[in-house]
């Protein structure tokens, strides 16, 4: 549950046009003032439902700045790129590669017809946005600034890296926002350096709580030395020059023989490999380990696959006991429109892959 003063300054830390808090509206229509006809025009490409989407319209609205929508709720990368040259928008929403890569597919398909220049921003938050996608958009839109935001429902701001002509930054990699870093379960901060796994932690304005959860608010809104904090479950590890690895909800980590694993670290491994479009890990049950890390990889068009070679190809980016046991090829990972996967699904499938 979100106070709208709490969002709305939340927002404005990296809204297209941003404005003085302590100002009040006289603040806000001297800022937009300032700002002329240069507003920007936003696409929200995953639903509205979806936080990104959602929380993507409200800065481009409060920059005074127009949000324009698709008649069809579905997206197609063809028909986003045509509104994109038609509609000369500025700022585009996605959830990570599940959205980046047909656009990427679009464009080097056919890089002729799509005037996308007026393109400045694409931001993206709640789904793995890799860098080798990053780094071929913008072969198609030099200006073009990737945000890659590590945010949730409660917690904005967690932390972003950005990517453009400068350079891309490296898949998970992120800097701490400025109210925010990695904690133990205790809530003292982990050591730069150190290799430790914490949580992602972020003070300062955020809900009120969950909806007739006390529970489930107590553990996630917490207060560490007098001050609030927002602990959504998200796990990384912190560099020695403050540089973050994130590495997956740790409601979704995969303990095998005492070891945990993080899914979405294995997916990434994964996706680096020339001939995987998409994959997803889970853990299944097993005898004697606890759980197993089982992938199920969606492989490129026409592309032949052997899966002993992608776990080989894991094997060379991260220890062996992530590296997955069991590998199946299927014809489409079969995301849903807000970049998600169905995880009880996919679970399932695991256990039935190993019990045989």
Known sequence: MWRQ????????????????????????????????????????????????????SFGVLDSGGVVVLT??????????????????????????????????????AEPGPWDISSLRVMLSSGVMWSAKVKEGLLRHAPDLTCVDTLSSSEALGLARSISSRNGTTRTAGFTLGPDAQVIREDGTPVEPGSGEIGLIALAGRSPIGYFNDPVKSASTFRVIDGRRWTTPGDHATVDADGAVTFLGRGSGCINTGGEKVFPEEVEEALKTHPAVRDAVVV?????????????????EPGVPVDPEALGEHVRTRLAGYKVPRVVELVPSIGRAANGKVDQARWKAAAADLVAR
Do not use: K, W
């Open 283 to 299: 853990g299944a049950p097993h005898d004697r380990f606890g759980q197993q890390v089982v992938a199920f990889v969606e492989p």
């Open 71 to 108: 008649v069809d709720p579905r997206f197609e990368p063809v028909a986003l790129l045509d509104l994109v040259d038609a509609q000369r928008i500025t700022n585009v929403a996605i959830v990570g590669d599940v959205f980046a890569r047909p656009l990427l597919d679009a464009l080097d």
């Open 5 to 56: 003063d709490d969002l709305l300054c939340l927002l404005n830390r990296t809204a297209p046009s941003s404005y003085v808090l302590d100002d009040g509206i006289a603040g806000v229509a001297a800022a937009l003032a300032a700002a002329g006809d240069d507003r920007p025009r936003g696409h929200p490409a995953p639903p509205l439902m979806h936080a990104t989407g959602a929380f993507s």
